[in-house]
């Protein structure tokens, strides 16, 4: 089977894990467990064809966090590898907002990459991220 390998990248506690653990398991996790190293992989269906996918869930790193894609794709010495950036906990009033959706769309756009706004919490978006990395992965 096609297996499609994932990342999840991002400063610590905005949710890589529980957007993995939704995807993964159709749970939202409430603790806040901060993650080592984990990975997943389950058989899913991608437009009608079994595959495979395999996500690589990091600790977070509150350092360096905005310069994330530039590390992969230099220590992969690949400038094609798929990204999204993804502005998580979206169920969350907009008083807790941290960046504007301008200021994500800028930098996605600086990085050549789509914006999907998701929550781990509603299950808002979810599927639809890791399906889309799968296309764009599959497309390479
Ligand atoms: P590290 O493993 O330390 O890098 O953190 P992480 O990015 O994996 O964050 P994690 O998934 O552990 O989530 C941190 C906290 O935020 C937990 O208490 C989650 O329940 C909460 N959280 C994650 N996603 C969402 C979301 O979409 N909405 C809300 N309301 N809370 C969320
Ligand atoms: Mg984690």
């Known amino acids: 089977l096609p297996l499609h ?3 999840m990248v991002g400063s610590g506690g905005v949710g890589k894990s529980a957007l993995t653990l ?3 398991y159709g749970d939202f996790v409430e603790e806040y467990d901060p ?3 984990d990975s997943y992989r389950k058989k899913v269906t991608l437009d009608g064809q079994d595959c495979q996918i395999d996500i690589l869930d990091t600790a977070g790193q509150e350092e360096y966090a905005a310069d994330f894609r530039e590390q992969i794709s230099r220590v992969l010495d690949d400038d094609s590898v798929p990204f999204i950036l993804v502005g998580n906990k979206a169920d969350l009033a907009n008083s807790y907002r941290k960046v504007t959706k301008d200021e994500a769309a800028a930098k996605a ?4 990459c789509p914006y999907i706004e998701t929550s781990a919490k509603t299950r808002l978006n979810v599927d639809e991220v890791y399906t889309e990395l ?5 497309a390479r």
């Open 134 to 138: 799968m296309r764009k992965i599959r």
């Open 109 to 112: 756009a600086e990085w050549g």
């Open 5 to 7: 390998k994932v990342i």
């Open 35 to 37: 993650t080592k190293a």
């Open 22 to 24: 939704q995807y993964m």
